[in-house]
């Protein structure tokens, strides 16, 4: 189960699929014509234009996005390693000096760095995401399992973040104004706004399986229920799981927009750290500082895809 | 005292379904009992941490106090109706969320049929790469489009190298389209992903035998395909416009001379800390976002909802 995936099956139907593009249209007219039917669809003389362009331009728009999208993160982890950036390239290869200064190693001062916070990050992340456990796996069970009064505004309402970071930390802190910044309000901040990943990643796990079957045939085995759903129904779930708390983790490791609003005092939460080195410092220090993030996010995908996630995302394959 | 009668009824009709819920008799009590535990979990942190706090929102946005919540006034509403400003912020955030939801998923479109209909090498590490940026936080969102568009960006030093221009001139980071290319940059990989799912369910006999009754490749997109994967392209641009409307990090280290609401936000409460406009504009924002919600999934199947 847990076997990096291939998918042998669509390789050959694509490539069955390839050949035939080139061959069958010609055979198929004939057929048709000889037979007096009208052809479904009008062919040209020549090969349309799509047969020839299609693929290419349909490629080409994949790797333009592509690479828009990952130049700039490859760059920015390469230049950490630089000594300069002042013409178009970074140069000056390779130093550790950004990554030891943003790490807090050497005569740099111990409050500049990225440590303190990323382990106050680290430990609210984790409470966040072990609470998101308790509340999302047993409510994505029952909206998967039960079918009761008004469950579709409940499913609307556990997978589809109602309340955006910056708004809820307004409200927040009029709301607890003793207690909207601290650790515990992060923490509880960060379960809402995330809960979404957890329960959507669950319920799909949920949805592979035939749920009333299991349950039956556990409780018929002598199983009560509170010991079916713990010894049966959420160990098969553990892959959903799994993934919903990676992904919960990673995203409110780097929380910003509820933490900008609601946070004051010491220490501050990793992403303010990012936020002032990006705002407000050395380029190749600011790219040092984000590469930190990269890491964590590289690992997180690699530890999805042994999972089965095909990527940092709730869809599965 | 009719009335009176059948609230008291009403209270006592509720009672006891509390008590069949707790102390269940048959089998049908209990499965609402189970229903009931699953979920309560649920409820008290929606409730804690989401309804009373936008219900303080509101509440906020009436108070006569600036501070704290005290004394009754209409001023921030009135402002909020009556300046033209905050009309233009709303309708600017709604234009430019729309197009890079727009432009994001179309382009997921085509990410999504060459991932799924071509067999490319190295697929995983593609998904992987492109799914990537959903873990960001905005502000590093922001980092990336300066690290192309910025004075020292890429893009912008290969143009002046070849243009002979100042690459100070040519920096458009900072500006609109930066930050359109910022909101593309984030809204782009979770179109893509969403429309993976669609394109997965896609039914390939169909398209096959359009290929081999001689329509064109883009002939059986058009008129095969197309229509499959419509709902899941509704469904991925009502999730992406919404992830745009709550984009913030991006814009606040961007700017781009220009205000969204979540901005505009944050600005009343840094200069004046006029909380009383910002958490109206706060409330108008959560009706609208949920209004358009439960209009939007009318038109979209439960199990095509992702983010």
């Not at chain 1, 080409?60 to 592509?66: M, N, R």
């Not at chain 2, 939801?101 to 190295?122: C, D, M, N, Q």
Request: neutral net charge; charged residues 15%.
């Amino acid at each position: 189960m847990t076997t990096p995936r291939t998918s042998p099956s669509r390789d050959d139907s694509t490539t069955g699929d390839e050949t035939q593009e080139v061959e069958s249209p010609t055979d198929d007219v004939d057929t048709e014509t000889a037979l007096g039917r009208e052809p479904a669809f009008q062919v040209a003389d020549r090969q349309p234009l799509s047969t020839l362009l299609g693929r290419p331009v349909v490629v080409g728009v994949l790797l333009l996005a592509l690479s828009v999208l990952v130049v700039p993160i490859v760059t920015t982890f390469v230049s950490s390693f630089a000594r300069t950036a002042t013409g178009a390239l970074p140069t000056g290869f390779v130093t550790l000096e950004h990554w030891r200064y943003v790490l807090g190693f050497g005569e740099y001062g111990v409050r500049a760095n990225a440590i303190p916070g990323l382990t106050f990050s680290v430990g609210i992340a984790t409470a966040g995401m072990l609470l998101n456990v308790l509340i999302g796996v047993p409510v994505a069970y029952a909206l998967s399992r039960y079918e009761f009064y008004a469950r579709d505004w409940v499913n609307t309402l556990a997978i589809l973040p109602l309340v955006p970071g910056v708004i809820l930390g307004i409200a927040f802190l009029r709301t607890y104004p003793e207690r909207g910044g601290s650790a515990l309000g992060l923490v509880v901040g960060y379960c809402l706004l995330k809960s979404p990943y957890m329960v959507l990643t669950v319920q799909s796990s949920f949805q592979s399986m035939d749920l009333r079957h299991l349950e039956e045939s556990a409780r018929s085995l002598g199983a009560s229920w509170p010991r079916a759903l713990l010894t049966v129904i959420f160990p098969h779930a553990k892959q959903g799981i799994l993934a919903g708390c990676i992904i919960t983790w990673t995203l409110a490791a780097a929380e910003f927009n509820f933490t900008y609003m609601v946070h004051t005092g010491d220490p501050k939460p990793f992403s303010l750290f990012l936020f002032r080195n990006i705002s407000n410092a050395p380029y190749l220090q600011s790219a040092a500082a984000i590469s930190i993030y990269f890491l964590i996010v590289v690992v997180a995908i690699l530890v999805l895809q042994t999972i089965g996630n095909s990527g940092f995302t709730t869809v599965r394959e | 005292m009719s009335v009176r009668l059948s609230i008291g009824d009403s209270i006592r009709q509720a009672l006891s379904s509390v008590h069949t819920v707790v102390f269940p008799t048959t089998e049908r009590e209990r499965e609402r009992r189970r229903i009931a535990i699953m979920t309560i979990p649920f409820f008290v942190l929606a409730i804690f941490a989401g309804f009373v706090p936008l219900a303080t929102m509101l509440r906020m946005s009436l108070s006569e106090e600036q501070l704290f919540n005290e004394g009754w006034s209409v001023d921030a509403w009135e402002t909020l109706a009556t300046d033209r400003t905050y009309w233009w912020i709303g309708f600017n955030t709604l234009w430019f969320a729309a197009a890079a939801t727009l432009v994001s998923v179309a382009i997921g479109v085509v990410v999504a049929h060459a991932l799924e209909k071509y067999s490319l090498p190295f697929e995983r590490v593609i998904v992987a790469a492109v799914s990537f940026p959903i873990a960001l936080p905005g502000i590093v969102v922001a980092f990336m489009i300066v690290v192309l568009l910025g004075r020292q960006g890429l893009l912008t030093q290969t143009v002046a190298f070849f243009s002979g221009r100042s690459a100070i001139d040519l920096a458009t980071a900072t500006t609109i389209g930066g930050l359109f290319l910022g909101y593309v940059y984030s809204l782009i990989p979770r179109a893509t992903m969403i429309l993976r799912g669609t394109y997965a369910e896609v039914n390939t006999d169909a398209e096959e035998a359009a290929r081999s009754l001689g329509a064109s490749p883009f002939e059986t997109f058009r008129h095969v395909t197309f229509p499959e994967i419509r709902p899941g392209i509704v469904a991925g641009a009502i999730l992406v416009f919404r992830s745009a409307l709550a984009i913030f990090g991006t814009v606040l280290i961007l700017q781009g001379g220009f205000v969204v609401v979540t901005l505009r936000i944050d600005r009343e409460l840094a200069v004046g800390f006029n909380s009383q406009i910002a958490a109206a504009i706060g409330v108008v924002y959560v009706a609208f976002l949920i209004a358009f919600t439960f209009i939007g999934l009318r038109f979209v199947r439960a199990e095509q909802v992702a983010i």
